[in-house]
């Protein structure tokens, strides 16, 4: 009899919902799945990353081709429509590379940077902030 428990009470142990102490593997991010049908070819499936690496690769060509400000605004653009898709669309397949909400942050975050940088990149910069062009003069004081 005290065996059968024994075997009750070790497998009351295995089902128990608690994270183990050491993971074995890498689980998948929260959004890691497909985003169209699994008949459709690869390129339908992962349109979302493509949409934004295709984004970024025409923005480099024109950072390339002396269109800087226009070329970041790209940059700056696409990062910022990935994170919008990583908000809105359930499923988005390789461009979930982690929980959805450092995704949106990161994605955000980067992309915000880069078109505040590119709106204010010199010559005449299309944004002009006068607080930070004190704080660079009291910072770089002689």
């Not at 075997?7 to 295995?14: L, N």
């Not at 940059?75 to 429509?81: C, D, E, F, V, Y």
């Not at 979930?96 to 990149?121: E, N, P």
């Amino acid at each position: 009899m005290s065996a059968d428990r024994g075997h009750e009470q070790g497998a009351r142990r295995r089902a128990t919902r608690r994270f183990p102490l050491f993971t074995r593997d890498t689980a998948r991010p929260e959004g890691g799945g497909r985003a169209a049908s699994g008949d459709l070819p690869a390129p339908a499936r992962q349109w979302p990353v493509l949409v934004v690496l295709a984004t970024v690769a025409v923005g480099l060509l024109l950072t390339s081709l002396d269109q800087f400000r226009v070329g970041a605004l790209l940059i700056g653009a696409a990062l910022l429509a990935g994170a919008v898709m990583r908000w809105i669309l359930p499923s988005v397949g390789m461009l979930a590379v982690r929980s959805r909400f450092t995704d949106i942050v990161t994605y955000g975050v980067l992309g915000l940077a880069i078109v505040l940088l590119a709106l204010m990149a010199q010559p005449k910069p299309w944004l002009v902030i006068p607080y930070l062009k004190d704080t660079l003069h009291f910072t770089m004081r002689n």
